[in-house]
Each structure stands twice: as C-alpha cells, then as structure tokens.
C-alpha cells in the first residue's frame, strides 16, 4: 500500500530554521513530490514542486528563495529545507504525489497519496 510520512515538525523561532523529510512507501519519490501547507483558517496552499530535478524545482512565491528542496534517492525521501522562518509560516505542512502550478494539476505517480502532515510552528 502506497504510504507518505512527513516528519521533522516543531516549534521554531522567527528566523530559524527546519528541515522537513517526506518518506515514501510503495511510491518512488524520485518521480516527483508536492509540497503543500495548510494554516488555520487559510486554504491549501503550494509550497514546492519537485519532479526529480533539483534545477527545475517550482517554489511558491512565498517561499522562494528561502526553502529549498532535496532528496535522498536511496533512502526514497524528499526534504523540504525552510530556512528564514516567518510566522507566516506556521502551518501543517503535507508532501504529496500531486502537485499544482498554474491551475493545473500533475501527477507524479498513478496513484494520488498524501501524507498526515506535520505542523510547523513558527513563534518566538
């Protein structure tokens, strides 16, 4: 059965930093992974497209340029480094085997899975 596990969630001063790991099971992440954060209240929003190449990588506006995307192919996980937090922030952050960019949605893989998430609080 196809599984993602996010980990590596906290509390987290403004300015500081996380590292997020999406774990696959059953799916090759190398394929490609989605990064989405939800804050209360708030809707869905995209934070990252990975589809395998680091170079190519989508970053939602609000996060580009401070986090960045890696994997560990062997491992069959995708990181999520956030660096620079904002209390805006905060969030439960969820990888995915979808993406979405531009209105339109990809598929990395025949079958759509998500992970629980894993909350990230960013306050001093």
């Known amino acids: 059965q196809a599984q993602l596990v996010e980990s590596g969630g906290g509390l987290v001063q403004p300015g500081g930093s996380l590292r997020l790991a999406c774990a696959g099971s059953?799916?090759?992440?190398?394929?490609?992974v989605g990064w989405f954060r939800q804050a209360p209240g708030k809707e869905r929003e995209v934070v990252s497209c990975f589809n395998g190449n680091p170079a190519v990588t989508h970053y939602g506006d609000s996060v580009k340029g401070r986090f960045i995307v890696s994997e560990d192919k062997g491992k069959n996980e995708v990181y999520l480094q956030m660096n620079s937090l904002k209390p805006e922030d905060t969030a439960v952050y969820y990888c995915?085997?979808?993406?979405?960019?531009?209105?339109?949605?990809?598929?990395?893989?025949?079958?759509?899975?998500w992970g629980k998430g894993t909350l990230v609080t960013v306050s001093s």
């Open positions: 059953g799916v090759n992440l190398h394929y490609g």
């Open positions: 995915a085997t979808v993406c979405e960019i531009g209105g339109g949605t990809i598929y990395y893989d025949s079958k759509d899975v």
